[in-house]
């Protein structure tokens, strides 16, 4: 079992910045970890993960070049800095779990409870 816990979502302004944290708890080990995110009315859409050991990181058409994924496993804890936000990035921000390489080609096997980025114009 994986826990997951979010945090650092808020409010900010069109092109500005958020970092947001991902703690995992349970048996972690060897786990790749990304991030997807649900727009009000809209489905759950992927938005970029990255391996265990951090060398391979896959990302979304949409966000590639404005978000970063990385990962620190001492603290067993996942990033994603989201810079050039725009309003369309408005959504809840889920953390996600796998045991098994990136790309992933179906849904993660764990994942977090969110936490809302809301971007305004």
Excluded: H
């Excluded at 990385?70 to 921000?93: E, F, H």
């Amino acid at each position: 079992q994986v826990q997951l816990v979010e945090s650092g979502g808020g409010l900010v302004q069109a092109g500005g910045s958020l970092r947001l944290s991902c703690a995992a708890s349970g048996r972690t080990f060897n786990y790749a970890m990304g991030w997807f995110r649900q727009a009000p009315g809209k489905e759950r859409e992927f938005v970029g993960a990255i391996s265990w050991s951090g060398g391979s990181t896959y990302y979304a058409d949409s966000v590639k070049g404005r978000f970063t994924i990385s990962r620190d496993n001492a603290k067993n804890t996942v990033y994603l800095q989201m810079n050039s936000l725009k309003p369309d990035d408005t959504g809840v921000y889920y953390c996600a779990a796998a045991l098994r390489a990136i790309p992933w080609y179906s849904l993660p096997d764990y994942w977090g409870q969110g936490t809302q980025v809301t971007v305004s114009s």
